[in-house]
């Protein structure tokens, strides 16, 4: 079986820059002819020098009649390819597209500008639906001035395909964006408990995201950091995290009124019961998270005293 890489989305969406750039990558340029069948042709094109560099052979079939297994069959007989790329045409109805018995679908992307996606998806709906409803992953890329909508974004395409990986990139690249539905653990709680993976996500969420968590009661064992310019009623309830590897290492948490701080001792381990605000602090050089505790109690070590980020 030859695998098959078909690549779809709508004009100018961005399918070319995503071929050439894994065309340009070591690990995509391997042995033998990869056919790359176009069934459109956009502003760009494929450089000649990337196409005899990673071996790759250009065949275009701009006529939805002519996307036949027949014709493909015989660009598979002139090039003998080792692996096919298709960059669709997303136009045309995804439904009716075949392929040779023996070309299998290795994997299947769909690549969507997010700047006009409401316009697709409100006046061609049915054929966007094709698209998305097969493809393992969903690139949204130009977010730069859409950042507020991804996440409606999101849950449109999870309704049609709640299985895909979905991705969002902007001019800087991808957009490490959380939202509300992903996290794990229900903010509409009384007390919202963090475990180890919990308090990781809550932590990088609560830099971007920090209206979620205004006013909102948390609880989650802590390691206790008093650092010498706090003032006597202040602490940092915190967790020692691996962000890569373990030369990594950080301490992450945010400041916490607590009228008992002096007491404690660093390094020794709390469970923190504590309401959420958003105030000054000089640290910041501005406003940012802020913990009030409602309770610390002393508390024994957790059996993985380290989170991992990776």
Not at 61 to 77: A, G, I, R
Not at 157 to 177: L, M, R, T
Not at 255 to 281: D, H, I, M, N
């Amino acid at each position: 079986m030859k695998p098959v890489y078909v690549i779809n989305g709508f004009l100018e969406s961005g399918k070319t820059e995503f071929i050439r750039y894994t065309l340009e990558q070591p690990y995509f340029q391997a042995k033998g002819t990869t056919l790359l069948i176009l069934c459109e042709e956009g502003e760009n094109e494929y450089d000649d020098t990337l196409l005899k560099r990673s071996r790759t052979v250009l065949e275009l079939v701009d006529s939805e009649t002519d996307f036949t297994p027949t014709n493909l069959m015989e660009l598979d007989k002139k090039h003998k390819p080792e692996r096919i790329i298709i960059e669709y045409n997303g136009m045309w109805n995804y439904k009716n597209a075949k392929l040779p018995w023996h070309w299998k679908i290795e994997q299947q992307i769909t690549i969507i500008d997010a700047s006009t996606f409401p316009m697709y998806y409100t006046n061609m709906r049915s054929l966007l639906a094709e698209m998305i409803r097969k493809s393992e992953m969903i690139i949204f890329n130009r977010c730069d001035n859409v950042r507020e909508e991804l996440g409606s974004y999101k849950r449109n395409i999870k309704a049609v395909n709640p299985s895909a990986d979905v991705i969002f990139e902007d001019a800087n690249g991808e957009i490490n964006e959380i939202f509300e539905e992903d996290l794990p653990y229900d903010l509409n709680q009384e007390i919202i408990e963090l475990d180890n993976q919990g308090y990781g996500i809550w932590y990088l969420d609560a830099m971007d995201h920090l209206e979620r968590y205004i006013g909102k009661k948390l609880r989650y064992t802590a390691m206790v950091l008093r650092p010498e310019s706090f003032s006597d009623n202040y602490f940092v309830p915190g967790r020692m995290a691996m962000t890569c590897c373990a030369d990594d290492m950080a301490f992450l948490g945010y400041p916490c009124e607590f009228s008992g701080a002096k007491a404690l001792k660093q390094r020794e381990w709390v469970k923190v019961t504590a309401v959420v605000s958003k105030e000054y602090w000089e640290d910041y050089k501005g406003e940012g998270p802020i913990l009030h505790a409602v309770s610390v109690e002393k508390t024994k070590a957790p059996k993985e005293e380290i989170i991992s980020f990776s």
